[in-house]
């Protein structure tokens, strides 16, 4: 099996893939880029912490017109993963209003997106219908 | 000289025509729009005391001191500023504070930009892409993230936007997002210094382009070129100048520039609710002004799918109650509070920086009763409200000369 990578570094591999966040050891709120300290309280100390990789969709759009290299139409959206919210697409779904729904029931799945100069593939996230 | 307790007044003010202005370079309509305000006020650069420029595409130069060496370099202080979309609300700001704080009694503020044939806005960082897997910046990424974990270009945030207050609240969909965009493009059909002027019916609206749904191409903002330009005075300077002045002047009742305050998702989903409602908070509470008082408002329907949260945010209607608010027919230039009678950013257009100060310009034309074809009879209070992502959101109110 070929060497794999993370697309972020929020993102674990293995058996059970998850996402991970920075989590304010003072007020309990989570961030997902590095951080110098919290936004909310101002504390610089933060913890790890495994984010659900079930949750609901809470808005989205399809995304016709995008940058170069990206295929479209895609879906992008938010969900909230247990009081979380995450960027992702949705994927492993048609990309049309009829099968993406406010509301609907979602969990995270990975795909490979790549493969670089060394073999090494690089795998990123994104959410598919639950029970789809 | 002013004082904090100074009131703060619209002189003069002007707007170039949006559109496409291919003979013309930044500095040709910034100078435009300032001449324009001068005369308007009947000053000159000798009269002004501080520059905020506002410009964001092109925001290293010095775009103030540009404007300065074309019309009159006086020697005063210049401020360039750049602040997303509200740019130009800043750079009015930065005049407000000026006279506010006493540091002078008539500032200047502009917003002009180049935009004309601009594509599609932020996103599309493909930078980081490369031969072998590198993690790059603050999420490690090793490839562009944009596209891959959601989307950062502007259609695709404001239509989430849309879509999330439609999850909380209901009452939303792809049709009533477009007949957002009905009215406005309907609204712009009276407006000479539109970009766009063309009356769209709904199912042309609904069976353009998408470019990320719920918004098609007219439910987007039109890339344009353009500048906008206001003198503010100091209330106890005003009363120097003649009745003529004094007349058309027009009060600045409330100035406020908000940033988003943290709130849980706010860095997932750009939060452009609560900033918005604080700025309308404290720009009530400052002019002692209520929702119901205002005859019109220019809101930032930088996408239709914005316009109908800014309803909300602005307290124009019960919270959650959007949807219905504008179904009532509330919003079009004939109904209890008209939004957007411009055509909005949607078919006015958007040069981001000129935005800020054009729907000032807007409301006080309204306010002097000189809007002509789209005159909102017997205006006398009015709202503008632009945000800017990252974020920035600023709330003028102004209100008609007494005398």
């Known amino acids: 099996m070929a060497e794999q990578i993370p697309l972020v570094d929020y993102l674990v591999l293995g058996d059970h893939p998850h996402l991970e966040a920075n989590e304010c050891t003072a007020c309990g709120a989570r961030f997902f880029d590095r951080r110098n300290a919290c936004a909310a309280c101002e504390n610089p100390e933060f913890k790890k912490v495994d984010v659900a990789t079930t949750g609901e969709v809470r808005a989205f759009t399809i995304v016709s017109f995008a940058a170069p290299g990206i295929p479209v139409p895609f879906v992008a959206t938010v969900v909230d993963c247990d009081g979380t919210s995450v960027r992702a697409n949705l994927i492993n779904v048609a990309p049309d209003p009829e099968h993406v729904s406010l509301g609907m029931k979602v969990r995270l799945a990975t795909e490979v997106i790549g493969t670089d100069d060394n073999g090494t593939e690089a795998v990123g996230f994104g959410f598919e219908p639950l029970g789809g | ?403």
């Open chain 2, 1 to 403: 000289m002013a004082s904090a307790s100074e009131e703060l007044w619209i002189l003069g003010i002007h707007m170039t025509k949006f559109g496409k202005h291919p003979d013309k370079d930044l500095v040709d309509l910034a100078s435009e729009a300032v001449r324009g305000a001068l005369a308007d006020g009947g000053v000159t650069m000798k009269d002004i005391g501080i520059i905020g420029a506002g410009n964001l595409m092109m925001a290293m130069a010095p775009t103030g001191q540009m404007v300065q060496k074309q019309l009159g370099q006086t020697g005063i202080p210049v401020y360039n500023v750049s602040n997303a979309c509200a740019t130009g609300a800043t750079a009015l700001r930065v005049a407000c504070m000026a006279v506010k704080a006493g540091e002078t009694d008539m500032g200047l503020a502009f917003g002009v930009e180049k935009l004309a044939g601009a594509g599609l806005l932020a996103g599309g960082n493909r930078s980081s892409d490369s031969n072998t897997w590198t993690p790059h910046g603050r999420f490690g990424a090793v490839a562009a993230v944009d596209g891959r974990i959601g989307t950062e270009t502007m259609p695709g945030v404001f239509a989430q936007i849309g879509m999330e207050y439609g999850h909380k609240y209901g009452g939303t969909s792809f049709e009533l997002f477009a007949k957002i965009s009905e009215k406005n493009h309907s609204h712009s059909t009276l407006n000479p210094l539109a970009a766009y002027t063309k009356k769209m019916s709904l199912d042309e609206i609904m069976n353009d382009v998408m470019i990320a749904y719920p918004n098609t191409r007219p439910m987007c903002s039109a890339n344009c070129d353009g500048a906008a330009a206001a003198v503010v005075v100091s209330g106890s300077k005003l009363k120097t100048l003649s009745l003529e002045q004094q007349k058309r002047a027009v009060k600045i009742s409330a100035s406020i520039l908000t940033t988003d305050p943290w709130e849980e998702a706010c860095q997932i989903l750009p939060n452009v609710n609560t900033l918005t409602r604080n700025a309308a908070r404290q720009a009530y509470e400052q002019s002692g002004v209520a929702p119901s008082d205002l005859n019109l408002v220019e809101l930032h329907d930088c996408f239709a799918t914005a316009e109908l949260v800014h309803y909300d945010n602005l307290m124009l209607c019960e919270e959650g109650g959007a949807a219905d608010f504008f179904n009532s027919g509330a919003t079009w230039r004939d109904g209890s509070t008209p939004v957007n009678v411009s055509g909005g950013l949607e078919s006015k257009g958007h040069p981001i920086a000129a935005t800020g100060i054009a729907n000032i310009w807007e409301v006080a034309t309204h306010l002097r009763g000189e809007a002509k074809d789209r005159q909102i009879e017997g205006a006398k209070i009015g709202l503008t409200h632009v945000i800017g992502l990252g974020s920035a959101c600023g709330v003028h109110i102004l209100e008609k000369a007494a005398a």
